[in-house]
């Protein structure tokens, strides 16, 4: 990540968040051996309420039949600012939390600005 990342994991670039119009990610994680069925469980616990949020368009999660405690994230929000206030959120501090042990490596994302 960049000097200019901010977030409160540092994990979203600052041209990012100020964006007025849609923002998308594509992320990918991997669990650690062992600790698969712990992160898909705090997965699964946060995909309703993060569907429920203001902003979001779209919050799709999907896995690799051949990569076993694989995941592959795609979101999309109306702007910045619901992104933020997404990982914002009480419940996304305590997913953030739970997962920190669990990832094998470093989570992988790509910033997307839709072109519609």
């Given at each position: 990540?960049?000097?200019?990342?901010?977030?409160?994991?540092?994990?979203?670039?600052?041209?990012?968040?100020?964006?007025d119009?849609?923002v998308?990610?594509?992320?990918?994680?991997?669990?650690?051996?062992?600790?698969?069925?712990?992160?898909?469980?705090?997965?699964?616990?946060?995909?309703?309420?993060?569907?429920?949020?203001?902003?979001?368009?779209?919050?799709?999660?999907?896995?690799?039949?051949?990569?076993?405690?694989?995941?592959?994230?795609?979101?999309?929000?109306?702007?910045?600012?619901?992104?933020?206030?997404?990982?914002?959120?009480?419940f996304?501090?305590?997913?953030?939390?739970?997962?920190?042990?669990?990832?094998?490596?470093?989570?992988?994302?790509h910033?997307?600005?839709?072109?519609?």
């Amino acid at each position: 990540m960049s000097t200019d990342d901010t977030t409160p994991d540092g994990l979203i670039p600052a041209a990012v968040l100020a964006s007025d119009t849609p923002v998308a990610v594509y992320g990918y994680a991997r669990a650690k051996a062992g600790g698969e069925g712990r992160m898909l469980g705090e997965i699964q616990a946060i995909i309703g309420l993060t569907r429920k949020e203001d902003g979001c368009e779209q919050y799709v999660v999907h896995t690799t039949p051949d990569q076993p405690g694989a995941f592959a994230f795609y979101e999309r929000w109306s702007s910045g600012a619901h992104l933020l206030a997404h990982v914002s959120q009480p419940f996304m501090q305590t997913y953030f939390a739970a997962i920190a042990d669990l990832v094998e490596g470093e989570l992988e994302a790509h910033w997307l600005h839709p072109l519609s």
